[in-house]
């Protein structure tokens, strides 16, 4: 499976996912392209799977028509999504075309 890791996931999580072909949007250029210019950019690219932590992804986009399926996690620093990778790649592994799975890590947040 092609897998695409958005600009706001850490590069932390690539080698976690070596049982697929997985390229970061930097990587391949493609940082700084909004939402709809990115998933088309990586539909052309083959992508099957974006791994993001924009949460707009599921109410922006009409993933009905897509095929390619978003992956969104409630958090994107490692040290917070790092207890949870068993489940990022769990659902990316069950990951279907036009389908939208959000991972719960947790959040960030300062203690005063």
């Given at each position: 499976?092609?897998?695409?890791?958005?600009?706001?996931?850490p590069?932390?999580?690539?080698?976690?996912?070596?049982?697929?072909?997985?390229?970061t949007v930097?990587?391949?250029g493609?940082?700084?392209?909004?939402n709809?210019?990115?998933?088309?950019a990586?539909?052309?690219?083959?992508?099957?799977?974006?791994v993001?932590?924009?949460l707009?992804?599921?109410y922006?986009?009409?993933?009905?028509?897509?095929?390619?399926?978003i992956?969104?996690?409630?958090?994107?620093?490692?040290p917070?999504?790092?207890?949870?990778?068993?489940r990022?790649?769990?659902?990316?592994?069950?990951?279907?075309?036009?389908?939208?799975?959000?991972?719960?890590c947790?959040v960030?947040s300062?203690?005063?």
């Amino acid at each position: 499976m092609k897998v695409l890791l958005d600009e706001n996931i850490p590069h932390n999580l690539r080698p976690h996912l070596s049982h697929h072909d997985t390229y970061t949007v930097s990587y391949l250029g493609f940082a700084g392209l909004k939402n709809g210019h990115l998933l088309e950019a990586a539909e052309a690219g083959g992508f099957e799977v974006l791994v993001t932590g924009d949460l707009s992804f599921s109410y922006q986009q009409n993933l009905a028509e897509r095929r390619i399926a978003i992956v969104s996690l409630s958090a994107i620093a490692w040290p917070i999504i790092e207890p949870h990778v068993p489940r990022i790649v769990s659902a990316v592994d069950e990951a279907k075309p036009g389908g939208f799975l959000r991972v719960d890590c947790g959040v960030f947040s300062r203690r005063k």
